[in-house]
Structures are given as C-alpha cells and as structure tokens.
C-alpha cells in the first residue's frame, strides 16, 4: 500500500504542533518531520555560539542556511516517531527550540535564507521516509518543499485565541502585551517571507471555536482518507 505525505502549517500559535503530534496517535503507521524545528535548531545553534544575528543578516546579502546547518553540526535524529534535533551531538531541549526569541530569530533569519539546499535535504528526507512510514511533515513552504504532497493544511485561528494558546505553552510567564506585539510581528514576517501561502491543494482549516485538541484534529481527518490494509 502507498504511504501518503500530509503537510501541516499554520499561523503563530495556531497550535500546528500539537495537531501534528495528536495526529500520530490517529494515522497508522505514521511519523513526524518537524521541520519548523530544524530550523528553530539551525536559529537555535547560532544564537548558541554567540553570533550576532543582526549583523549576520547586514553582513550577508544570502545566508545558505543548510551550509550553516552543516558547519554548525546541527543533526536530526527520528526517535519515537518524532524528529529530535542535537548540536554536536548534544540534544536540543523543546523548550529551547519553542522559547519566544528562538522563535523571532527564526522569523527574521527566514527573510534574508537562501533555503534551497535545505529543501533539498528535507526532500530527500521525506523520500526515504515515506519507503516506510506515512509521514507528516510540520513547517512552512511545505508545497516549495514537497510539491508531491498528498494533503496540505494551513491552520489558523484568531489573533486572541493565538495569544492566549501561547501564553498556556509559556505557562503564563510573558507579559500579554509582549506576547501579541511578538505574534504579530513574526505574522508579519513571516508574510514578507512568502509563507502563509494557500494553493490549489491547500485546505484551511479554522481551529478558533474549538474546544480541545481533539475537535481540532477531527476537523483535519475529516479531509484524510486513510486506507488500512487488508
């Protein structure tokens, strides 16, 4: 039987994590590319070393972000199902990856990246795990990445219901202000960088009204069809 690819972006805060981590425990046989964090890692490892960001993006009309990912030692291993990210050999903590700096670093990085060669290696990626697994893949630009997707959902949700899921993931330790000046900002960013975009196989899918992670999965199986073996 064919294993499909399902490609999952979404707006700040929108909660596309969760949905794709939700989604494992509903798609046989599946795994999660999280490709938002190889670059959170890519960011992350940067910023680890000390390196001025802002001068970076003055200095280099270009930055060849996957050459940065090789020279900086950023490497991506599947365990559990889900794609874990180290620098040097050394792990990643999610908590790093998902902090609200790391996350404008991101957007900002991703207006001045020369992301080719990066899509490139994603592609590959997906290729050989796609031979074994249906895979679900998280990020932005998914249909530039992946062209051979077989679902593409774009998730989103009102400014307010963004803050507030983000204020929960932060645990309340943000300042509300801070929160929505920084989502609207990556918004915007993000935007410039050509994201957000919807195409012919793109469905939207609103999650404002919903409840619990759960309705907001429901919402999204309601366009997948999934063919068990016999």
């Known amino acids: 039987m064919k294993n499909i690819v399902i490609g999952i972006e979404g707006y700040v805060g929108a909660g596309k994590t969760t949905i794709c981590k939700e989604l494992l425990n509903k798609i046989p046989n599946s795994i999660l590319l999280e490709g938002g964090n190889l670059y959170r890692a890519i960011v992350y490892a940067l910023m680890h070393y000390g390196i001025d960001l802002e001068k970076m993006k003055q200095n280099i009309k270009e930055i060849d972000i996957k050459d940065v990912m090789d020279k900086l030692k ?3 291993a599947l365990e559990n199902n889900i794609t874990n990210f180290y620098i040097n050999g050394k792990k990643i903590e999610e908590e790093k990856l998902q902090s609200a700096e790391a996350s404008l670093a991101v957007s900002k990085v991703g207006t001045v990246a020369n992301n080719e060669k990066l899509f490139e290696f994603a592609r590959s990626l997906i290729d050989n795990f796609k031979i074994k697994y249906n895979v679900i893949v998280s990020g932005r630009a998914l249909m530039q990445i992946y062209p051979g997707l077989d679902y593409h959902f774009l998730i989103k949700a009102s400014l307010e219901e963004r803050i507030r899921r983000k204020s929960i993931q932060y645990k309340g330790k943000v300042d509300l202000e801070e929160l929505k000046q920084n989502i609207v900002t990556r918004d915007e960013l ?3 960088a050509g994201f957000y975009k ?6 939207v899918i609103d999650i404002t009204d919903c409840k619990t992670v759960e309705d907001s999965v429901d919402k999204v199986l309601e366009h997948i069809c999934i063919k068990e073996e016999v």
């Open 190 to 192: 993000q935007e410039k």
């Open 198 to 203: 919807v195409y012919d196989k793109t469905t």
């Open 74 to 76: 950023v490497e991506l």
